[in-house]
């Protein structure tokens, strides 16, 4: 039973590194070991220890979804907990997070989870979302999909090449470093939805090249106030040693013109 479970994390070990173009003997010497005991330790030689996993596993800047499942292949407990953003231990993260929706008012701000699903947003969201067909505002609502669905916000976007070419190449970076495989299936069906005027997907090749040189690319949305424009931040935990915290971003917009500014601030005043 042991050996199995040796060489279960040793192969998860050499995928990582495989995943983070690391040679064998870049990790080792980044986490102060001897190649040959990283050899061992890939091949099943060797056991590592809790702290090695774990030493290792922050080398390779592992998620720590990930980690937990590395500690349980070596057959040791998790060592990071996941609790539910409702939970009383989370309650000052939760308040924390809702703080920071409510002071981006007037502009719009969301909070979600690994895979995009929206966990709570400010008001100032509530009236781009209102046109989008309700199955895809129904619980759990995923916001690259309502993005981007032909049902969804995509005709309401201007520069709906640009951004969506921008979210799937986002996308994709998220998927090399977390080997999601969920995530790697709404690349999959996002990669499928056709653009007006398109009469196949785009390619592999299209998301790849969806790199701009500028400062950054816009989110320019049609409303009956005329064309909005948006440039987005996103805010993640400094320090998170819980599941769920480490998983969770804020993706903010402020407008990227003054017309958009101003549009906002009328908003915010009739709210």
Not at 41 to 62: C, F, I, K, N, W
Not at 255 to 263: E, N, V, Y
Request: glycine share 6%; hydrophobic share 45%; proline share 6%.
């Amino acid at each position: 039973m042991e050996g199995i479970q040796t060489q279960e994390v040793g192969g998860l070990l050499r995928k990582w590194r495989e995943r983070r173009r690391l040679s064998q003997l870049g990790l080792a010497l980044e986490a102060e070991i001897s190649t040959r005991h990283l050899s061992f330790l890939e091949t099943g030689r060797s056991l590592p220890s809790r702290e090695m996993v774990l030493r290792l596993a922050e080398q390779l800047d592992v998620p720590l979804r990930e980690r937990n499942a590395l500690l349980i292949a070596a057959g040791y407990a998790p060592a990071f907990p996941e609790r539910p953003l409702a939970d009383p231990a989370l309650g000052a993260a939760r308040k924390a997070v809702d703080l920071v929706l409510a002071g981006h008012e007037p502009y719009p701000a969301l909070a979600i989870d690994r895979h995009w699903t929206l966990i709570a947003s400010n008001n100032a969201v509530l009236p781009l979302i209102a046109g989008a067909d309700p199955s895809l505002l129904q619980p759990p609502v995923n916001v690259l999909r309502l993005s981007l669905h032909p049902a969804g916000l995509a005709l309401r976007i201007a520069n709906l090449a640009e951004w969506r070419s921008h979210l799937l190449s986002r996308l994709r970076r998220q998927i090399e470093v977390t080997a999601d495989q969920v995530l790697a299936d709404l690349l999959k069906e996002l990669s499928g939805y056709l653009m007006p005027g398109e009469s196949a997907s785009i390619s592999d090749n299209d998301i790849a090249d969806g790199e701009y040189a500028g400062v950054v690319v816009p989110f320019q949305f049609i409303t009956e106030q005329g064309i909005l424009s948006f440039f987005s931040t996103t805010t993640i935990f400094g320090t998170p040693v819980d599941i769920t915290l480490s998983e969770l971003a804020i993706e903010s917009f402020f407008p990227a013109d003054a017309t958009t500014a101003a549009a906002l601030g009328r908003f915010g005043d009739n709210t």
